[in-house]
């Protein structure tokens, strides 16, 4: 979580409920696109959007590889070299639909990381919007419906409720969020990966 020059904690609780953060158990990740951090909404309105990508790790467990995620696909990868302490990636590519960007670092399991097979770090987004059209996944809505199902047969087959009214609450909450799901299903799909590489550097 970004709070500023100094720890405050309102100051990480806006910074958190704005999405600049990322998940990590070793490496510490430095993300932009044109200069906007994780959280940030970048808009066009026609053509295409020419970005600059800079993402940056370092950590004291080895490293892998740093990757460019965009719609959830992998689609730059770069290596990390020598120790393996800090691995860097610059792009530059023409976005042509509307997409989230986020990165993701890999390693290998480690003395140094008990509680875990792996190394890893995954950012949250940059939203790019086109004409503010949504990003819709049909593969991804239909795997969370899916998902939601099987919470709820979990809820009936081993779920412990004081009053079956608190149990019918939980699936009845369950189904919303499943209608959200669903809806995207109707809507139009956005291309996988809206992006063209090679066509733009800073």
């Given at each position: 979580m970004k709070s500023g020059p100094r720890l405050d904690y309102s100051d990480w609780i806006d910074a958190y409920l704005e999405g600049k953060s990322f998940a990590t158990n070793a490496p510490?990740?430095?993300f932009t696109v044109n200069g906007r951090e994780a959280g940030s909404v970048l808009k066009w309105e026609k053509g295409t959007l020419q970005v600059q990508v800079e993402a940056e790790?370092?950590?004291?467990v080895p490293m892998s590889s740093i990757e460019l995620v965009v719609n959830g696909q992998v689609v730059e990868t770069e290596k990390a070299r020598k120790d393996g302490k800090r691995v860097?990636?610059?792009k530059g590519l023409e976005v042509t639909d509307s997409c989230?960007?986020?990165?993701?670092?890999?390693?290998?399991?480690?003395?140094?990381?008990?509680?875990?097979?792996?190394?890893y770090a995954h950012t949250s987004p940059v939203y790019l919007s086109f004409k503010d059209r949504p990003v819709r996944s049909h593969a991804a809505a239909r795997f969370f419906v899916e998902q939601i199902d099987q919470l709820i047969r979990r809820v009936h087959d081993k779920g412990q409720f004081s009053h079956e009214r608190e149990k019918q609450k939980t699936v009845d909450l369950f189904r919303k969020g499943q209608d959200i799901y669903r809806a995207m299903l109707d809507e139009e799909e956005t291309e996988a990966v809206p992006v063209r590489f090679g066509h733009y550097s800073r």
């Amino acid at each position: 979580m970004k709070s500023g020059p100094r720890l405050d904690y309102s100051d990480w609780i806006d910074a958190y409920l704005e999405g600049k953060s990322f998940a990590t158990n070793a490496p510490m990740v430095t993300f932009t696109v044109n200069g906007r951090e994780a959280g940030s909404v970048l808009k066009w309105e026609k053509g295409t959007l020419q970005v600059q990508v800079e993402a940056e790790a370092e950590s004291h467990v080895p490293m892998s590889s740093i990757e460019l995620v965009v719609n959830g696909q992998v689609v730059e990868t770069e290596k990390a070299r020598k120790d393996g302490k800090r691995v860097r990636l610059k792009k530059g590519l023409e976005v042509t639909d509307s997409c989230w960007m986020a990165v993701r670092v890999r390693g290998e399991a480690h003395r140094l990381l008990p509680n875990d097979a792996a190394l890893y770090a995954h950012t949250s987004p940059v939203y790019l919007s086109f004409k503010d059209r949504p990003v819709r996944s049909h593969a991804a809505a239909r795997f969370f419906v899916e998902q939601i199902d099987q919470l709820i047969r979990r809820v009936h087959d081993k779920g412990q409720f004081s009053h079956e009214r608190e149990k019918q609450k939980t699936v009845d909450l369950f189904r919303k969020g499943q209608d959200i799901y669903r809806a995207m299903l109707d809507e139009e799909e956005t291309e996988a990966v809206p992006v063209r590489f090679g066509h733009y550097s800073r």
